[in-house]
């Protein structure tokens, strides 16, 4: 298929999508509180650090034929829509839809008097019958990332539902996000308290396939989301057309015990990135970084905590023996990293304390070993 005829056919999938998504009717305002996910990124940083993307041998070809990523637990039939808001849509709706014929909506709460757009304060809330009862809250939209959508930032989970959402780039005219069931959604920016977002929901359990988006004059990137086990999908990495990412693998990268209690970290690597999962802790969500450039940097690491244990995963360069973390409450832990896919990965239990985390590879020999900057 040439690109200007993939360009054609969704330009017609986008106003055949467009013709047939029916306008839900406004959701009752009284909704209940329910369960948010969301797994935070802490980078501690590195003075003159830079990061090397490790690049593997996976192809990504254009949006309609790209190889998916794997599949989350079977979830069965179901049909989805999703619309932006129209000029009478009441302040802050970032998007709507239905699941199976029951609304949902995602709404933003105005930000603080002063506060700059995406700041700390307001959250975002995703209610309606299609929570079968529940809402979710999350924080709001974030602005940080040079991503094409931050849909890596943030998902929601609402009973048998899971929304993503992100801030949207300038230069993004539309996003198109493909279902395991062959649905395509085209998401259109919309502007909420001075940044643009989409958002889109799907049955917990249903295959996100991947995300394109496109501007005036093409597609700008596609991202394929790792499947997590427990059925929601977690964006890391956009790749523009033609770049390559990540040769899949996947392996565990720590085990042991800690305060009493078994945990073990696995990575998945693919064309989302690397994925760290660490359910012992209590988060059955993946964390992908949306670069390995997030877990390349000297002394950073990504963390994840739930009750009561906190795991930490680090990219360690690839003549790296042993790694030395400095923990937060001042001792050290000696580990070693574990090669999946080509890359040294390392995961290690937190202790709790005032002091940052950073960690330091060494070489067979004991020299210091580093990424290199610039």
Not at 104 to 129: D, F, M, N, R
Not at 325 to 333: E, I, M, R, S
Request: glycine share 12%; with cysteine; proline share 9%.
């Amino acid at each position: 298929m040439r690109i200007d005829d993939e360009r054609d056919l969704h330009g017609q999938l986008e106003e055949a999508f467009e013709a047939i998504t029916p306008r839900p009717a406004p959701v009752d305002g009284a909704v209940r509180r329910g369960r948010a996910i969301r797994v935070r990124r802490r980078m501690a940083a590195a003075a003159g650090a830079a990061a090397v993307v490790a690049i593997g041998v996976f192809a990504v070809p254009s949006l309609l034929h790209r190889s998916a990523g794997p599949a989350p637990a079977a979830v069965g039939p179901y049909a989805v829509t999703v619309q932006a808001p129209g000029p009478h849509s009441a302040p802050g709706l970032i998007a709507s839809g239905t699941i199976e014929g029951k609304r949902w909506q995602l709404t933003e709460a105005k930000p603080v008097s002063g506060g700059p757009p995406g700041s700390s304060g307001p959250i975002v809330t995703a209610s309606g019958p299609a929570f079968g009862g529940n809402a979710a809250s999350g924080p709001a939209l974030a602005v940080d990332s040079a991503d094409p959508v931050s849909f890596s930032d943030s998902v929601l989970t609402g009973g048998p539902v899971q929304v993503q959402y992100g801030a949207v780039r300038a230069d993004v005219t539309y996003v198109a996000v493909r279902l395991g069931n062959g649905t395509v959604l085209i998401l259109h920016p919309v502007t909420v308290y001075g940044v643009r977002a989409v958002a889109f929901a799907a049955p917990v359990g249903a295959r996100v396939v991947d995300a394109a988006a496109y501007s005036r004059h093409g597609e700008i990137a596609a991202a394929i989301p790792f499947n997590a086990p427990n059925g929601v999908a977690a964006f890391g990495v956009w790749l523009t057309p033609g770049q390559h990412g990540l040769a899949r693998a996947s392996g565990r990268i720590g085990s042991g015990t800690a305060n009493g209690r078994a945990w073990s970290v696995t990575a998945d690597l693919g064309p989302w990135g690397i994925c760290i999962q660490a359910p012992a802790t209590g988060i059955t969500s993946a964390f992908c970084v949306p670069a390995t450039a997030d877990l390349d940097l000297n002394s950073a690491a990504t963390t994840m905590t739930g009750d009561g244990l906190s795991v930490a995963a680090g990219h360690a360069p690839p003549s790296a023996a042993w790694v030395i973390v400095n923990q937060p409450d001042g001792t050290t832990t000696k580990v070693w990293p574990v090669t999946v896919g080509g890359q040294k990965l390392f995961a290690v239990p937190l202790q709790t304390g005032p002091n940052p985390l950073s960690w330091t590879a060494y070489d067979n020999s004991g020299h210091v070993v580093r990424w290199p900057a610039g």
